[in-house]
């Protein structure tokens, strides 16, 4: 099945870390990304990791995957106010159609 | 470098009219095409994707069509528009890759109200 669940709502502190949880269902995926959204504007790609990897790092960024329990997280360090926005994760999904699935988004707040 | 372009940014359209959006792609060549709907501010739906010219498929059925006239041009289109088509259109691309990765990047949105 394509399923990627994500929680809807994350509010922190500015100057907090920010983590960002992801499950998804297809075990053979081998890429897993995270954009980001910001309001009235098209995703952006922040990062993705590949399967063979348990961390990625990308400057406040840290990737973290647990392929036994489908779980992908994204920690934000030192969130800043300019972090506040929808953040979406996706796998590849090699099925009958290449494609990716998206979660529902996770909409991150942050207070200053 | 890459660019991706959608046009127009905003629309409102009467309940019944027709709908074309565009979406174009500088700096690549046979690039993979999609357009996704999100309702409400969350959730993608992916509608179409191309591989080539001329060749769509469909994800949903609906009164939505999508055409790929030229390598670099993918376009939504309706003859009747309803309430419920209503939201932000979202296009992409990607580059032919084998192996599992199908990195896509968005173009920023046409929103669509229906009248």
């Known amino acids: 099945g394509e399923d990627v669940e994500q929680s809807l709502f994350l509010s922190v502190r500015e100057g907090d870390s920010s983590v960002i949880n992801c499950t998804y269902t297809d075990s053979s995926s081998t890429y897993l990304y995270w954009y980001k959204q910001e309001p009235g504007a098209g995703l952006q790609l922040l990062t993705y990791?590949?399967?063979?990897?348990d961390m990625k790092q990308d400057q406040r960024l840290t990737v973290l995957l647990n392929k036994k329990d489908k779980h992908l997280s994204l920690r934000i360090a030192d969130t800043q106010t300019g972090d506040s926005a929808i953040y979406f994760c996706?796998?590849?999904?090699?099925?009958?159609?290449?494609?990716?699935?998206f979660g529902t988004g996770t909409l991150l707040a942050v207070q200053p | 470098s890459q660019t991706i372009h959608q046009w127009p940014a905003t629309l409102v359209q009467p309940v019944g009219s027709p709908l074309s959006l565009e979406c174009t792609v500088e700096g690549t060549s046979n690039p993979n095409l999609y357009w996704y709907r999100q309702a409400a501010g969350r959730g993608l739906q992916l509608l179409f994707y191309s591989v080539g010219i001329g060749q769509i498929s469909s994800e949903v059925p609906q009164n939505l069509s999508a055409s790929r006239p030229q390598d670099r041009q993918f376009i939504l289109s309706s003859k009747k528009l309803l309430l419920s088509d209503s939201g932000f259109y979202l296009c992409a691309w990607s580059e032919r890759m084998t192996g599992g990765k199908d990195t896509q990047y968005f173009g920023p949105g046409t929103r669509l109200t229906v009248l």
């Open positions: 990791i590949f399967s063979n990897m």
């Open positions: 996706a796998e590849f999904y090699g099925g009958a159609t290449n494609k990716l699935i």
